[in-house]
């Protein structure tokens, strides 16, 4: 069954510096996402991508972060300058889209991003 | 926007017993409402959802219900076994605007 991958698996950054987190989408899928998860709290929504710009971003995804699919298979998630409470861990989704509807979400095992 | 609320935030049963979890919604226009189980250090997997044109789906011993006139969803897993341990998220969404989760719950299922 296909599965979203993420690399790394962890990633151990120091403070102000720059990251970039990479995803691989299921192939057949046209929505991505990305999401944190603060250690014992709940999933966090950061950004949706469809059609090659973003769709929707909450207030957590100012602009230390960006998104870009530089080919056709690759999804990723930059923070420019790193902080503390940056340190969760890093989730990608992605779905389909039937008609005018997105379907079920699928994510991938995560990067968990370490900030010293 | 949206807010979900969720609870219990933990939940302890014997194994062979049933365990329910609810999830409140506050926007009426939410329309598709997933279940996600994470296992320790583990992604969130999908286990089911409904949407709202549906009151209650079922598939094997999980079966979720949903009441949209009370805002309110509900997650059943029946003869609950120790493979069901783990972390439960709900959600919504109207299709429009992102999935809101709530705080999970973790269920711990003692044998």
């Known amino acids: 069954e296909p599965e979203v991958t993420q690399t790394p698996s962890h990633q151990v950054t120091q403070m102000g510096q720059e990251v970039i987190l990479r995803c691989v989408p299921i192939?057949?899928?046209?929505?991505f996402y990305w999401y944190r998860q603060i250690l014992g709290q709940k999933v966090e929504f950061l950004v949706s991508?469809?059609?090659?710009?973003?769709?929707?971003k909450s207030e957590i995804f100012d602009d230390q972060f960006s998104v870009e699919r530089p080919d056709g298979s690759n999804f990723t998630l930059k923070i420019r300058s790193t902080k503390l409470e940056d340190s969760a861990m890093y989730f990608c989704?992605?779905?389909?889209?039937?008609?005018?509807?997105?379907?079920?979400?699928?994510f991938g095992p995560g990067t968990r991003l370490t900030v010293t | 926007g949206e807010n979900v609320e969720q609870h219990p935030s933990t939940l302890s049963v014997q194994e062979g017993d049933s365990a329910v979890i609810k999830c409140t919604y506050s926007?009426?226009?939410?329309?598709?409402f997933p279940w996600y189980k994470q296992e320790l250090g583990k992604r969130p997997q999908l286990i089911i959802d409904?949407?709202?044109?549906?009151g209650e789906k079922k598939d094997q011993r999980i079966a979720v219900t949903l009441n949209k006139t009370a805002k309110h969803f509900s997650l059943h897993i029946t003869e609950t076994q120790p493979e069901d341990s783990a972390v439960y998220f709900c959600?919504?969404?109207?299709?429009?605007?992102?999935?809101?989760f709530g705080k999970g719950t973790r269920l711990s299922v003692i044998a």
């Open positions: 989704a992605s779905s389909e889209v039937g008609g005018r509807a997105r379907l079920e979400q699928y």
């Open positions: 192939s057949n899928h046209l929505y």
């Open positions: 991508f469809y059609n090659n710009e973003i769709s929707e």
């Open positions: 926007d009426s226009a939410s329309n598709y």
């Open positions: 409904i949407r709202s044109n549906v």
């Open positions: 959600a919504s969404e109207t299709g429009n605007t992102p999935l809101v």
